[in-house]
């Protein structure tokens, strides 16, 4: 099983930036996913969530309105828009299969993790 997490990069503070992560090895439709970010000298944080069938999604309050994550179940991949970038958003982002069909906030609720993309913000 493998997450291949892609789109990192450097991004200009309030410009706009894609992230993608493509699971193989099974397929995880029937899971929730997920994407967390870890900055330096932090803990690993919750940024979005999504349910099994994209019904629904949940975003940590400091991405909320600028970030949007979606799925692909026929291409097993999850995606991350992200809009209005700061700096305080550069760290490294992780995507995530969950346990269960419903999103969590807790990083020990999933099972799968992929490799991290660096996404750099300069102001």
């Known amino acids: 099983v493998q997450l291949q997490a892609s789109g990192g990069g450097l991004v200009q503070a309030g410009g706009s930036h894609g992230l993608s992560c493509a699971a193989s090895?099974?397929?995880?439709?029937?899971?929730?996913m997920a994407w967390f970010r870890q900055a330096p000298g932090k803990e690993r944080e919750f940024v979005a969530g999504?349910?099994?069938?994209?019904?629904?999604?949940g975003y940590a309050d400091s991405v909320k309105g600028r970030f949007t994550i979606s799925r692909d179940n026929a291409k097993n991949t999850v995606y991350l828009q992200m809009s209005s970038l700061k700096a305080e958003d550069t760290a490294v982002y992780y995507c995530?299969?969950?346990?269960?069909?419903?999103?969590?906030?807790?990083?020990?609720?999933?099972?799968?993790w992929g490799q991290g993309t660096q996404v750099t913000v300069s102001s």
């Open positions: 995530a299969v969950c346990l269960w069909a419903t999103y969590n906030r807790r990083p020990d609720a999933y099972r799968y």
């Open positions: 090895g099974r397929t995880f439709s029937r899971y929730a």
């Open positions: 999504i349910s099994w069938n994209g019904g629904s999604t």
